[in-house]
């Protein structure tokens, strides 16, 4: 099998100052088993068009300058080799910004949104500390294991713009944001948890707004969840009074009730908990489907009709539902 492979690049082309549209140019090269698509990026400028412009610095993976799409997929350049690559997308290479339209010049992007963000959530200890402090402040390992994996970040902003909540709602704050938020909440030394919990409870803006769809723990080249960091957030609102009632926290609630119930879940008495027989009418089209589907019957959201079966192991859920269950709803 040969080491190197002929690639076609294209690579997205476009300067803020000069151009009125993007454009893709074409590049042809010979690729190495051992080449990142960094060493790609850097071929392209040295040895086809020197005006070819992307961020780059520590090349370990560290810094997170070097986020770019790449097909599609949020690629940190100095970690993915482009072998990898080349065999999912049959010799074929797109190369993107992380967001075209924060475009500024080829593959650098205006990420002020990302740090306004970022800092937002104050992701810094906040505590008045003694400016000559006679010992240092101490964290137990079980403290320090609170903080998961969410201290690795690198502020590559590539789960940012992987986020289809932040791309239809520009005022949620996203996942990288909450991610770092969890970080310095939990962290012991801290005073300013319940602020943040209180920003990222905000609707449109925090927790609630996020769609599960996973894409940012896909998109993360460090491999951190922030879903799980996100969820956490979720509980710690609701075990310290912030969590305001609202469709998103009734729905959560709805949840558990219907689990506690059922054992399964109760999908037209969620809306109907979460919403109301008011708002319950907005969803008049999906429940038609639903219906017919089999899923739901036309009596499932009256008070007085109950026919959504139990399960036959309803006593042990319930029974780990109180066990588990950290905060009361």
């Known amino acids: 099998m040969s080491d190197t492979r002929k690639v076609t690049i294209k690579a997205f082309r476009f300067n803020a100052e000069t151009d009125y549209l993007p454009y893709y140019k074409q590049y042809e090269m010979e690729v190495g088993k051992d080449e990142l698509i960094l060493d790609l990026l850097n071929r392209i400028k040295w040895e086809h068009d020197g005006s070819f412009s992307y961020r780059r610095s520590c090349r370990h993976g ?37 967001s075209k339209k924060r475009a500024v ?33 101490k964290q137990s ?10 201290d690795l970040c690198i502020q590559c902003g590539a789960c940012h ?21 969890y970080r310095f909440t939990v962290d012991t030394r801290d005073n300013a948890g319940k602020e943040r919990l209180e920003l990222t409870a905000e609707p449109g803006v925090g927790v609630w707004d996020c769609v599960k769809c996973f894409e940012c723990a ?17 509980n710690m609102q609701f075990e310290q009074g912030v969590a305001k009632s609202n ?36 969803h008049l089209k999906t429940a038609m489907k639903m219906m017919k589907a089999g899923k739901i019957h036309w009596n499932d959201g009256l008070p007085w009709v109950d026919n959504v079966p139990k399960s036959k192991n309803l006593d042990e859920i319930q029974k780990l539902i109180e066990i588990s269950q950290t905060n009361k709803l």
């Open 62 to 98: 560290i810094c997170g300058a070097c986020a770019i799409k790449v097909n599609g997929r949020a690629t940190l350049a100095c970690k993915q080799n482009a072998m990898e690559l080349l065999d999912l997308f049959d010799n074929e290479l797109v190369f993107e910004p992380s």
């Open 218 to 234: 896909e998109a993360c080249p460090k491999e951190i969840n922030p879903i799980e960091k996100i969820t956490k957030l979720h």
């Open 247 to 282: 469709v998103a926290t009734r729905h959560a609630e709805g949840f558990v009730r219907s689990i506690k119930k059922h054992g399964f879940l109760d999908e037209a008495d969620i809306v109907v908990y979460s919403e109301g027989y008011l708002g319950m009418y907005k």
């Open 105 to 137: 010049k080829d593959m650098i992007i205006d990420k002020k949104d990302f740090w306004d963000k970022h800092a937002a959530v104050q992701p810094y200890v906040v505590a008045d500390i003694d400016p000559h402090p006679e010992h240092e402040t």
């Open 161 to 181: 713009y992987s986020c289809p909540a932040l791309e239809a709602n520009p005022d949620y704050l996203g996942p990288a944001a909450l991610n770092a938020a």
């Open 141 to 150: 390992i079980e403290e320090f294991n609170k903080f998961l994996d969410s």
